[in-house]
């Protein structure tokens, strides 16, 4: 499939063609849900746009573990289709979809008693592995293994004798959740999709009680569109009841969000070859390997303040250090600490007050005519869930369109991968870069890595690693201006990057570097590249200050400190 840019250019074409004919169907919300729902809506041959009011997975879809699972403790729940389900999504995805975006990730879960918890916890896990292969699917990832006290030790060292008599050794699926969200945008748009982020649905046309469209504010330009559309698809997760609100109606069922936060440490700090999946008196803990780092999480706690930047306070940072403390023989202190991120899960409210026993299930309905919502769900399922969203959506629609297809469809960067990463030391000759740029830029584009080396022999400068960050090519950032859809300085660092969690400094170093070399594709004035990182700087200081209040009310408090959106002028 030829790839499409989500560039400035590309950006107005979609907001003028979506202003200017009816579609079939429009969806709001640019998460992995409403990008793969207009993926769907596209592979079937309907006319769709989507439009996202902040940047691509901008909320919970940059947020996330960063894990593609089927949800081991959900067995303990009982809920077998759940698991079945996400974990035939994960081999599909592993295997099929994104190769090149999603990888296994192996998981020691320590067992801290004799005897029983073995056979309790192995039996779980080989119903795990056995659900992925029943699933139809191969499980794209190896099976599970015992081992004792001296087999955990030597692949995680890190982790204190006295903390367990043994292990379970299993695997999962890792996924940079940002960057595969956009790429799910990006498909959709080479399938003929109009995207466009920064584009705020203000409100909801209607003709009698029936729902025809969406006011859109272009936040970059101020102007207000009008866009009509057989059918409005709402997938604005934990913003769902806001959006349903606009239609003048509460909707069929509510969404409730649970606040999770991570911490990202150097890997140095831990000394491990796995991940780690601890319980704790809530919920469990994860451990994860994250390149050059390990993400430590996840907390889940209720919130029911600002959705836009939910805050990480002092107490969710020292929850996860006591827990994960507790097992390691060197303890983690707050210095260790490079980042900090706090996302809101979409939870179906059902009757418990625990967020953690809340519905992790899917729901679609169409609450009014003319506007289907879907809701809940987990970030690996979300193909399942856009799927679901598009058939209610076709089925008023009340013409014949063709099934589904995207369990057939891989994403852009996903053809070729496998050859091309084979290719590696051959391209790193070709192109004078080491072989690891290469590796991980292949990790990070798949196939498309040649539209980022194009940059790099057009200006070799481009393949000088960045000031600050020197983990990027100059080029990587270049390129996210003029391919995919970054507007503005917190899409660079926070999500087409994670700069901003993978440095102590948060990006701050970094920041007029990348403000200068995307300033000629966005065209930037010297005022709005000081503007840009003005307005960086204060969500810095913000988050930083954030996060040392006691709850979430200071913490909510001080985050809001910053303003949430850059104005251009």
């Known amino acids: 499939m030829r790839s499409v840019a989500l560039s400035p250019q590309a950006r107005e074409a979609a907001l003028e063609a979506m202003s200017s004919t009816e579609l079939d169907v429009l969806v709001v919300g640019g998460g992995v849900v409403g990008s793969g729902t207009a993926l769907d809506a596209a592979t079937r041959g309907l006319s769709v746009g989507l439009v996202e009011a902040r940047d691509f997975a901008s909320g919970t879809s940059s947020r996330s573990s960063k894990l593609i699972h089927g949800g081991l403790r959900y067995l303990e729940m009982l809920d077998f289709r759940l698991v079945a389900e996400a974990l035939q999504e994960r081999g599909l995805l592993i295997q099929t979809l994104a190769p090149h975006l999603v990888r296994p990730v192996p998981f020691i879960y320590p067992l801290t008693h004799r005897g029983w918890e073995r056979f309790y916890a192995g039996t779980g896990v080989a119903l795990y592995d056995t659900l992925a292969l029943l699933s139809g699917r191969s499980r794209g990832v190896p099976g599970h293994r015992h081992l004792t006290r001296r087999g955990v030790r030597k692949i995680f060292p890190s982790l204190r004798k006295d903390a ?51 006011e859109v504010h272009d936040l970059e330009s101020g102007r207000v569109l009008q866009v009509r559309a057989k059918q409005i698809i709402n997938a604005t997760g934990v913003w769902t009841d806001e959006t349903q609100a606009l239609a003048g109606e509460r909707g069929q069922f509510h969404v409730r969000a649970s606040k999770g936060i991570h911490l990202v440490v150097p890997r140095d700090r831990i000394r491990g070859d796995s991940g780690l999946i601890l319980r704790t008196e ?81 729901a679609v309905a169409h609450t009014v005519p003319g506007l289907v919502v879907v ?26 369109v063709p099934p589904s297809v995207t369990d057939k469809v891989p994403l852009l960067g996903a053809d070729g991968y496998e050859a091309l990463k084979n290719a590696a030391p051959l391209l790193a ?24 080396l194009e940059l790099i022999v057009a200006d070799p400068s481009l393949g000088e690693p960045l000031t600050g960050a ?24 926070a999500r087409r990057t994670r700069i901003s969690i993978e440095t102590f ?54 985050r809001m400190g910053a303003p949430e959106i850059v104005p251009v002028v």
Not at 185 to 205: E, N
Not at 323 to 336: G, I, S, Y
């Open 164 to 214: 367990m008599v043994g292990g379970l050794l299993y695997f999962d699926g890792q996924v940079d959740d940002a960057r595969h969200t956009l790429f799910v945008a990006r498909t959709a748009a080479a399938y003929g999709a109009h995207v466009a982020s920064r584009a705020r649905v203000v409100g909801l046309l209607r003709e009698g009680e029936r729902v025809t469209g969406a």
């Open 282 to 362: 809530k919920s469990v803990l994860f451990v994860i390997p994250w390149g050059r780092h390990w993400i430590i999480g996840t907390t889940d706690t209720d919130w029911k303040l600002g959705l836009a930047h939910p805050a990480a306070s002092a107490a969710d940072i020292e929850y996860l250090l006591n827990h994960v403390n507790a097992v390691l023989e060197q303890p983690l202190t707050h210095e260790d600490v490079e980042g900090v991120y706090a996302g809101l899960r979409p939870l179906l409210a059902g009757e418990s007050e625990s967020t953690s026993k809340l519905s992790r299930e899917h």
């Open 375 to 400: 809701a809940g769900g987990k970030y690996t399922t979300y193909r399942v869930m856009a799927k679901d969203a598009v058939d209610a959506a076709v089925h008023a629609l009340h013409v014949k």
């Open 429 to 452: 000759e070709q192109y004078g870069l080491h072989e690891a740029r290469i590796l991980h830029l292949l990790n990070r584009y798949g196939s498309l890595i040649h539209e980022v």
């Open 470 to 493: 020197p983990d990027h090519l100059r080029a990587e950032i270049v390129y996210a201006a003029s391919h995919e859809g970054a507007r503005h300085l917190d899409d660079f660092l």
């Open 505 to 558: 400094d948060r990006g701050i170093g970094a920041m007029e570097e990348v403000a200068r070399l995307v300033a000629p594709v966005l065209g930037w004035s010297e005022a709005q590249i000081e503007r840009e990182v003005e307005h960086y700087r204060k969500r810095v200081e913000a988050e930083r200050e954030s996060q040392k209040m006691p709850d979430d009310e200071t913490a909510d408090a001080a």
